[in-house]
């Protein structure tokens, strides 16, 4: 199905992304990729000559309901997505939780969600990229084409090219996610549980661990059934979703529901899973009905980032993904209640990758889970690094890896003892990106002492912290 006709629009703007690639090419001058926003925690810099702009390549160019894929452009967000697919009754198999997320971010950012223990991270639904290299020149990579290249892109952070069109496999949708909650006590009993979830014939498994005692598993599939009561998150009046996971599994019994299904997938946006707690406690507000409903359109993701960006607020919470072989989360668990005592944690199974080697998920394990340990953390900046590094080195002792959209205070040499440093250097050089495109050591580690400030955070609000200075 052809939606409009955005193919010369396309053509036109990769043109003029290949061109000014090219001339920092010729004069040796990294350019970094600015699309308008982002959910990556560490501060961005960018100048007008720093800077490759590709906010504008934001349509979806093509569905073809008949091969189920869709072709679209990177900084399409979820939302976006879901909404250009579902009228034809498909959807993308791993859609992130959070509505702006962006389908360039999320391949080369390392995303993925509840459905991941089945169909993996989300760049493992993408089939084809249209990309520019590190030289100008636009080429396309797939399984079968440029297949090194194909594989070099996933996780890299915007180092290898700019990616500027992807081709996503779609899957049958129904009108609701069948959603059970079942209520687990410690760390030990949720791991069991997921595991033992994974392994029936359902679509979506995640989980809530509240406190060290208690926490929550949920596990659903897509349903046009009718026979339950049905439960909405995304408007002013409804609860955040983790209030409402937490108060049905209270009396210890397992619960079933239906979700209509944007409600199931962007479930943790208002709230931000969280994280939006936090939110009230520098407003001097409690976290009640009135204020949620009032405040509504302040407490969703894509304005929780800006005021984490305008304040620099990252400074004062440990915010990371993690991916642990499942054999470690106990043991991490342990470490976290030593360390930083963060609740609730996240809990997401993701189905091993074994092909992309900068992939999150690029660990030997049968399940790898990732935990979301994002809470506040207020210490010196000294202290807050050390712990930070505590975690990385425990992350690394456990056999797993970072998400790295977040802070990463890595040594080089530790960094590239995760890494593999020859291939990826050697794959630089082969596509032309090492003077193109900065080195992803110098991506995402966080170099600057952060300062935070709630007086910027309000300016913020209203002028957008994402520009081009
Ligand atoms: C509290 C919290 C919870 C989170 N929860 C989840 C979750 O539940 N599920 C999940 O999947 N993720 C989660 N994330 C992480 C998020 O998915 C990643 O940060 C993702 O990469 C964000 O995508 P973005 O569109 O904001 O891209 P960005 O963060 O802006 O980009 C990521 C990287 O990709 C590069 N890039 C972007 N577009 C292109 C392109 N077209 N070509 C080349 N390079 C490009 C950028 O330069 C950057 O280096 C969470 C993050 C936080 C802070």
Same mark, same amino acid.
């Given at each position: 199905?052809?939606?409009?006709?955005?193919?010369?629009?396309?053509?036109?703007?990769?043109?003029?992304?290949?061109?000014?690639?090219?001339?920092?090419?010729?004069?040796?001058?990294?350019?970094?990729?600015?699309?308008?926003?982002?959910?990556?925690?560490?501060?961005?810099?960018?100048?007008?000559?720093?800077?490759?702009?590709?906010?504008?390549?934001?349509?979806?160019?093509?569905?073809?309901?008949? =091969?189920?894929?869709?072709?679209?452009?990177?900084?399409?967000?979820?939302?976006?997505?879901?909404?250009?697919?579902?009228?034809?009754?498909?959807?993308?198999?791993?859609?992130?939780?959070?509505?702006?997320?962006?389908?360039? =971010?999320?391949?080369?950012?390392?995303?993925?969600?509840?459905?991941?223990?089945?169909?993996?991270?989300?760049?493992?639904?993408?089939?084809?990229?249209?990309?520019?290299?590190?030289?100008?020149?636009?080429?396309?990579?797939?399984? *079968?084409?440029?297949?090194?290249?194909?594989?070099?892109?996933?996780?890299?952070?915007?180092?290898?090219?700019?990616?500027?069109?992807?081709?996503?496999?779609?899957?049958?949708?129904?009108?609701?996610? %069948?959603?059970?909650?079942?209520?687990?006590?410690?760390?030990?009993?949720? @791991?069991?549980?997921?595991? *033992?979830?994974?392994?029936?014939?359902?679509?979506? +498994?995640?989980?809530?661990?509240?406190?060290?005692?208690?926490?929550? @598993?949920?596990?659903?599939?897509?349903?046009?059934?009718?026979?339950?009561?049905?439960?909405?998150?995304?408007?002013?009046?409804?609860?955040?979703?983790?209030?409402?996971?937490?108060?049905?599994?209270?009396?210890?019994?397992?619960?079933?529901?239906?979700?209509?299904?944007?409600?199931?997938?962007?479930?943790?946006?208002?709230?931000?899973?969280?994280?939006?707690?936090?939110?009230?406690?520098? !407003?001097?507000?409690?976290?009640?009905?009135?204020? %949620?409903? !009032?405040?509504?359109?302040?407490?969703?993701?894509?304005?929780?980032?800006?005021?984490?960006?305008?304040?620099?607020?990252?400074?004062?919470?440990?915010?990371?993904? !993690?991916?642990?072989?499942?054999?470690?989360?106990?043991?991490?668990?342990?470490?976290?209640?030593?360390?930083?005592?963060?609740?609730?944690?996240? !809990?997401?199974?993701?189905?091993?990758?074994?092909?992309?080697?900068?992939?999150?998920? &690029?660990?030997?394990?049968?399940?790898?889970?990732? +935990?979301?340990? /994002? =809470?506040?953390? @207020? @210490?010196?900046?000294?202290?807050?690094?050390?712990?930070?590094?505590?975690? *990385?080195?425990?992350?690394?002792?456990?056999?797993?890896?970072?998400?790295?959209?977040?802070?990463?205070?890595?040594?080089?040499?530790?960094? /590239?003892?995760?890494?593999?440093?020859? /291939?990826?250097?050697?794959?630089?050089?082969?596509?032309?990106?090492?003077?193109?495109?900065?080195?992803? &050591?110098?991506?995402?580690?966080?170099?600057?002492?952060?300062?935070?400030?709630?007086?910027?955070?309000?300016?913020?609000?209203?002028?957008?912290?994402?520009?081009?200075?």
């Amino acid at each position: 199905m052809q939606l409009v006709d955005p193919r010369s629009k396309h053509e036109r703007i990769v043109e003029r992304i290949s061109i000014q690639v090219k001339a920092a090419y010729d004069q040796k001058k990294p350019v970094k990729i600015f699309h308008g926003g982002t959910h990556s925690t560490r501060p961005q810099h960018f100048t007008r000559d720093n800077t490759v702009d590709i906010s504008d390549l934001n349509q979806v160019i093509n569905i073809d309901v008949a =091969g189920q894929f869709a072709i679209v452009e990177p900084n399409v967000p979820m939302d976006a997505l879901v909404s250009a697919t579902l009228p034809y009754g498909l959807v993308p198999a791993v859609i992130m939780e959070f509505p702006g997320i962006t389908v360039g =971010g999320g391949v080369q950012g390392g995303a993925g969600e509840s459905s991941s223990f089945r169909w993996g991270l989300f760049h493992e639904i993408c089939h084809e990229y249209e990309l520019v290299l590190g030289d100008g020149t636009v080429t396309k990579a797939s399984e *079968e084409e440029n297949h090194d290249l194909f594989h070099a892109n996933v996780g890299s952070y915007g180092s290898m090219d700019i990616i500027t069109s992807v081709k996503i496999s779609l899957i049958p949708a129904k009108k609701y996610v %069948r959603l059970k909650y079942i209520p687990t006590g410690n760390v030990a009993e949720a @791991v069991k549980a997921i595991q *033992e979830n994974v392994k029936e014939n359902v679509g979506f +498994v995640d989980a809530i661990q509240f406190s060290k005692e208690k926490g929550v @598993v949920m596990s659903g599939d897509f349903s046009d059934e009718a026979d339950l009561p049905k439960s909405r998150f995304r408007m002013a009046w409804n609860a955040w979703f983790y209030q409402h996971a937490k108060k049905v599994v209270k009396k210890g019994q397992p619960y079933e529901e239906l979700i209509p299904i944007q409600d199931y997938l962007f479930r943790y946006d208002r709230g931000a899973f969280w994280v939006g707690d936090y939110g009230f406690g520098i !407003l001097h507000l409690p976290n009640i009905w009135l204020f %949620r409903f !009032l405040l509504h359109s302040l407490f969703t993701t894509r304005t929780l980032y800006r005021f984490l960006h305008a304040t620099n607020a990252s400074g004062q919470y440990i915010v990371q993904d !993690l991916c642990l072989p499942e054999d470690s989360i106990v043991p991490f668990a342990a470490m976290n209640d030593d360390l930083a005592k963060v609740y609730p944690l996240w !809990l997401c199974p993701i189905r091993p990758d074994d092909e992309n080697k900068l992939s999150p998920s &690029y660990i030997k394990t049968k399940l790898v889970i990732n +935990v979301g340990v /994002w =809470g506040k953390y @207020v @210490v010196d900046s000294e202290k807050f690094i050390e712990t930070n590094r505590k975690i *990385e080195q425990q992350i690394k002792d456990l056999g797993g890896r970072k998400v790295l959209y977040a802070h990463a205070y890595y040594t080089e040499d530790e960094f /590239w003892s995760i890494y593999d440093k020859e /291939w990826y250097d050697k794959t630089r050089r082969i596509i032309h990106a090492s003077s193109t495109f900065y080195n992803i &050591y110098n991506t995402v580690v966080v170099k600057e002492k952060i300062q935070s400030s709630r007086l910027t955070g309000l300016m913020g609000l209203i002028k957008s912290p994402f520009k081009i200075q």
